[in-house]
């Protein structure tokens, strides 16, 4: 059974860093794709970051480009388990959410946009991160 669990978050300063953590067990992450969602008081839930099992290929919003970094720790010989982590430099308040990682079949650019999430189907509890001065 997919699971995907993330640690990590905390309170930072402007301008700061933090590694998230993802994860995941119970599939072979050569063939799924493993997002990184966040969600703000008030408004809806956004795609962060998209890592594509098959290829290592790694997809970033806008808003973060430059500033967040995906990548795998593979843990098990066979993939089974892995954690992902999503770097996470110079933050700003407007980074403030709850930050979810999700797992879904295929690579990040199989069905439909991977930013809205629509795919993912395995989800974790979130972890929060809140930028402060």
Known sequence: QEHVVESGGGLVQPGGSLRLSCAASGFILDY???GWFRQAPGKE??????FSGDDGSTYYADSVKGRFTVGRVAISADNAENTLYLQMNNLKPEDTAVYYC???LGSCTYGSSWFVGLDFGSWGQGTQVTVSS
């Open 45 to 50: 839930r956004e795609g962060v970051s998209c």
């Open 102 to 104: 999700a797992a879904k």
């Open 32 to 34: 799924h794709a493993i």
